[in-house]
């Protein structure tokens, strides 16, 4: 160890490291402005931020070497919510621990939020204007192609047996035809998973695979007890007590009060990544709840994608819009900006208490097989489950109306011929040869769909 470089030395409040495994000498000042400049720059998706942060910490500024940044993603990915905004509090956290993890993580997620927050003010205010209405046409069919292209991605990946097949066609009826929700079919697909897992082409084709050191650089034997009961009581107060202060005041039929439990519930399940998630967001907001049409649904998400930080940042929208529509006794847009932080609130903080509390033990589980199988069963599902999400988009990006076919306990959205929106689907091929031929980035798909859609309409 250098002479200028700190010791981690233990606290009452963190867990002291591996006396081989320490942190670069980086002063939280100049941290912060890393991760500030990393939360405005980061645009295209989980992969396209984890490669960003890759080459700023590991190439460029040097703070952690290949194997901590790798081990500290195969953390991440194993925990539920955005990994990439996961990954930035947990090398925060290695750096300057909770102080660290608190500014890495809010840096990542805050340039995100302030332009969906002035997007979403736009929408519910000037959505009638043509050059907006042009605007989200051609964003609609991006999102398309932006979905259909995920679905293959990680299906070439993930679907390399029978057995994964089947739990991928399995989840995507289940959520397609029977709306069974998207816990269940997550529940589902890991008790598959952990059947299926005695074959073992299965276990090896689908479980993630370490490319870490054997030793982990945090463990539980490392982490005290009493800092574990603190973090989780510090930070499970502040996720949970508000909906519960909501669901006690205004009582549990009010809109906040739907939001907090709706998005508290969510962030235990988003396992498999934005896309997987955003089927069961879609299915509830649109359908049970009510807040969103379909077609506003996908304008939310093309939101999502046009600005930096996580794709999941589309629940922002749901709640700003939500919160909109159903102000009670407060103005609209007083009543829209709580619903859109409330939202927020509620789903990121889980991501803090998952990385304090949940890191340390983390790759202990990691190699229990038990667990790897389990999770092979949610890889597989993921596929369909993200299929689901982009029929259902495509469906009703690209038609105006359609009806319902019900038979065997299922429910089919069928779409009506006569009711087709000619643009969507002419831009929506024009996106997906530029796409798929050319493999542009997502910011190019996105304006040229976006300049597309304006012109269609002023033509």
């Known amino acids: 160890m250098s002479p200028g470089e700190p010791r981690l030395t233990p606290s009452i409040d963190e867990p002291p490291s591996s006396p081989d495994k320490r942190a670069p000498s980086v002063t939280l000042r100049e941290a912060t402005l890393v991760w500030a400049k990393i939360g405005l720059i980061s645009f295209g998706g989980p992969a396209g931020q984890i490669a960003l942060m890759h080459r700023i910490l590991v190439e460029e500024k040097r703070w952690i070497d290949e194997t901590r940044f790798l081990h500290a993603l195969n953390f991440c990915m194993l925990l539920p919510g955005p990994e990439a905004q996961q990954l930035a509090t947990y090398v925060g956290w290695l750096l300057h621990r909770i102080r660290g993890g608190l500014i890495a993580g809010t840096l990542f997620i805050l340039p995100g939020f302030l332009v969906i927050l002035g997007l979403s003010f736009l929408y519910v205010t000037g959505g009638t204007l043509p050059l907006v209405q042009g605007l989200f046409l051609g964003l609609k069919a991006a999102v398309i192609v932006i979905v259909v292209q995920a679905v293959i991605r990680i299906g070439r990946r993930a679907l390399r047996t029978t057995a994964s097949v089947f739990i991928a066609v399995a989840a995507f009826l289940a959520m397609f035809a029977w709306r069974i929700p998207f816990p269940y079919v997550i529940v589902s697909a890991a008790l598959a998973g952990t059947l299926f897992g005695r074959r073992a082409s299965f276990a090896k084709d689908l479980t993630i695979e370490s490319t870490v050191t054997e030793e982990p650089i945090y463990s539980e034997e490392n982490a005290g007890v009493g800092y574990v009961i603190r973090c989780a009581a510090v930070f499970g107060t502040l996720w949970l007590a508000p909906t519960i202060l909501l669901i006690g005041t205004l009582g549990p039929d009010n809109v906040f009060s739907n939001i907090g439990v709706f998005f508290s519930k969510m962030a235990v399940v988003t396992f498999g990544g934005a896309y997987a998630v955003l089927a069961y967001v879609s299915q509830e907001a649109v359908q049970t709840y009510q807040w969103l049409a379909p077609g506003e649904m996908i304008d939310g998400l093309a939101m999502a994608e046009t600005t930096p930080g996580p794709l999941i940042m589309v629940t922002q929208f749901v709640g700003f819009v939500a919160s909109y529509r159903e102000p009670g006794t407060l103005a609209a847009e007083t009543s829209a900006l709580l619903g859109a932080a409330l939202t927020t609130w509620v789903t990121f903080v889980p991501c803090f208490l998952w990385i304090f509390v949940g890191a340390p033990y983390v790759e202990r589980l990691r190699q229990n097989r038990l667990l790897s199988h389990a999770l092979s069963g949610v890889t597989a599902a993921v596929v369909g489950v993200i299929l689901n999400l982009a ?41 997906a040869i530029i796409v798929f031929r050319f493999n542009v980035s997502v910011l190019t798909t996105l304006g040229t769909a976006g300049t597309l859609g304006i012109a269609s309409v002023l033509l």
């Open 391 to 431: 029929v259902w988009f495509s469906i009703h990006a690209t038609f105006s109306d359609v009806s319902l076919l019900q038979f065997a306990g299922a429910t089919l959205d069928l779409p009506v011929p006569g009711t087709m929106r000619l643009p969507v689907l002419l831009i929506t091929l024009v996106v």
